[in-house]
């Protein structure tokens, strides 16, 4: 009888199950005579938030297992990246079952010696910081011990320009090169070339449960501006905006024509689909409070800062900035924002200081944050590799929701270049069960109106666990309760099937943490707040349904005058106190009646009669 030939190697730990592709690295590189080995390289092709960082660690600790190599070197586009790197990768070596030495920048002073002193054995470096001296650095470094080469993104690295040079530099005994899109949008040769040894597909990854399923909803996106010092503004849809300044391919990154053609932005009228997004963001973290936000990906600078305005007028109670890229005008004048301001408001943005960011080409390759579920592409990005990175931001998965309700919602135009790869990718993503494309531009739906979120029951907690949203100490710092989740459940493969509040409830046993009861003051504050976003709840669906029969734009102001009219019609029913004096049981009454005319007009047959006979007011 044949004997089947196992391959001696290494493995991580037993109770760390490794995700398909990167068990796929680790049993390439155990054998001896794969490809990949006799080749001295393995390319993986592995999507984002699928665990590259986690592959290339069980790359290095195979490897290193099998005496090929002793030292790494990660090479990354960006300082972001370098800075993630440096921030996880020991604890992530850690975790698999084979702890280093230690990780540093690889230009640095200090580099070499800790080399040398074997006080570190992980290297990272940026591509750019290849260049000039650092390269010299570098190269002192891998003149001495076996070395593995870390291609991070490497389909950035083209053979004939500066980074592709520097790489080609290099002399490791072995590379490893990953990326989940490793086609460039320029279709020119790459520096490390070759059939993927490793490819896992998206839908791989769905099936796996390692990345969110995608909803795309389909809108239509509209803005109001002047050009070169006009006083009436015109209503541009994406597609006409594109053909007025000479086509799509050739403006995904508007800035610099807002200053030649002096753009000049006006919020006067809001386009309803900016609404929707915002509703649904409210909606998810209504389900899943903190846990969501949006990342918005504008035309220009001053887009940018437009729909940051615009936000203001229909979700005061949110937050939202910026960043992108300065530009000069013909008066010598900047526009834009400094690389230190947009790096200081991208850490705001995932410290959660804002849940919506608006960017121009600055948030894509290499930002993560599980929390952006919700994108808004108001851009002119084709189906191309740059536009795959940027619906890459929505697919990591936040494992404290649960997975048949984490999904990714794209909200694009009807126009957008990329609108047909969009569909296409939440075709191939869903599951049976899911509305995998939604159309939600005026009138769609018929006499049945948009879609009318859902106020929950009104419940205030009386007792909140101190370190509600950061659980593990690590030392001075702390775990996000996301990661906390996803590590627990990778290195005890048991849990991975329990519901997110017993395994939350035992990491909070473990650590010893106790719950805090709240104060009266902190329940009533509570209280107010739930009954304000009530109210920005029923207000926005209003504002929606008036707006799907009127070409899908509404005034800047309607959003806050029919809060007012809402909170005005309850003082004229009730008391005539507000909110500031309200008790906990006129609080609890205030919700439930906004939630009742809320949940009648979402069981309409057609919302916006039942807003013309129950409250008649609020068409005012």
């Known amino acids: 009888m044949p004997s089947t030939q196992i391959i001696a190697g290494w493995q991580p730990p037993a109770m760390l199950k490794l995700r398909n592709g990167q068990q796929r690295i680790v049993d390439l590189l155990n054998d001896p005579q794969s490809r990949a080995r006799q080749q001295r390289q393995l390319i993986a092709v592995l999507p984002t938030g699928y665990g590259k960082t986690l592959g290339i660690c069980c790359a290095y600790a195979a490897l290193k297992h099998a005496g090929v190599v002793q030292r790494l070197l990660v090479v990354v586009p960006s300082a972001e990246q370098l800075g993630s790197y440096l921030d996880e990768i020991e604890d992530d070596m850690a975790r698999i079952g084979a702890p280093v030495s230690g990780a540093y920048r690889a230009v640095s002073d200090l580099s070499l010696r800790l080399h040398r002193r074997n006080e570190a054995e992980i290297f990272v470096a940026t591509v750019q910081s290849l260049g000039g001296s650092g390269i010299a650095t570098v190269h002192d470094l891998l003149s001495s011990g076996r070395w593995m080469l870390a291609a991070d993104e490497f389909h950035r690295y083209a053979d004939e320009n500066t980074w592709g040079e520097a790489i080609k530099s290099l002399s490791p005994v072995f590379t490893v090169a990953v990326s989940a899109t490793p086609d460039r949008t320029d279709r020119s040769a790459k520096v490390i070339e070759g059939k993927p040894d490793v490819d896992v597909t998206l839908a791989d990854a769905v099936d796996e449960g390692a990345i969110r399923r995608v909803v795309t909803h389909v809108m239509d996106y509209t803005v109001d501006l002047t050009m070169g010092g006009e006083q009436v503004p015109e209503r541009f849809s994406l597609s006409s905006l594109a053909d007025a300044l000479g086509g799509s391919d050739k403006f995904q990154n508007l800035s610099q024509m807002e200053v030649k053609h002096e753009i000049r932005y006006f919020h006067k009228y809001i386009s309803e689909s900016l609404l929707n997004a915002v509703s649904k963001l409210e909606e998810l973290n209504s389900e899943h409070p903190s846990e969501h936000k949006m990342l918005v990906f504008a035309l220009g600078v001053r887009h940018a800062q437009a729909i940051c305005d615009q936000i203001q007028f229909i979700a005061p109670q949110l937050k939202a900035d910026w960043i992108g890229t300065q530009s000069t005008d013909r008066e010598g004048r900047q526009h834009g924002r400094s690389d230190a301001e947009n790096e200081t408001a991208l850490a705001r943005f995932k410290r959660g200081e804002f849940q919506i960011l608006v960017q121009v080409r600055k948030a894509a390759e290499g930002f993560n944050d599980v929390r952006c579920s919700v994108l808004v592409f108001l851009n002119m990005l084709n189906e191309s590799v740059l536009l795959q990175q940027a619906v890459g931001r929505g697919l990591r998965r936040n494992y404290a929701v649960p997975e048949d309700m984490d999904r990714c919602h794209v909200y694009v135009s009807h126009d957008h270049p990329g609108i047909e790869f969009l569909k296409a990718l939440a075709d191939e993503l ?9 159309d939600e531009r005026p009138g769609a739906a018929g006499s049945g109106g948009p879609t009318v979120y859902d106020i929950p029951e009104f419940f205030v907690l009386d007792a909140s666990f101190s370190g509600e949203e950061l659980y593990f100490p690590l ?4 775990m996000l309760q996301s990661t906390a989740l996803e590590r627990v459940r990778s290195a005890i493969p048991q849990l991975q099937g329990q519901a997110d509040e017993i395994t939350l409830q035992m990491i909070r046993q473990a650590l010893n943490v106790e719950p805090q009861m709240m104060s009266t003051s902190e329940r009533i504050e509570q209280a107010r707040r739930r009954v304000t976003k009530a109210v920005g709840t029923l207000a926005s669906n209003v504002v929606r349904i008036r707006a799907d ?33 309200m008790t906990m049981e006129e609080l609890e009454r205030k919700y439930n009646w906004v939630q009742g005319l809320n949940a009648s007009i ?3 047959v057609d919302p916006l009669q039942a807003v013309i006979a129950e409250a008649p007011w609020l068409m005012l």
């Open 549 to 581: 029969r009127s070409g899908g734009t509404f005034p800047s102001t309607m959003l806050g005058d029919t809060c007012k009219a809402i909170n005005g019609r309850w003082k004229r029913l009730n008391s005539g106190n507000g909110q500031a004096v």
């Open 430 to 438: 869903s599951t049976i069960g899911d509305e995998a494309i939604v």
């Open 475 to 478: 030392g001075d710092t702390t």
């Open 602 to 604: 979402k069981n309409s």
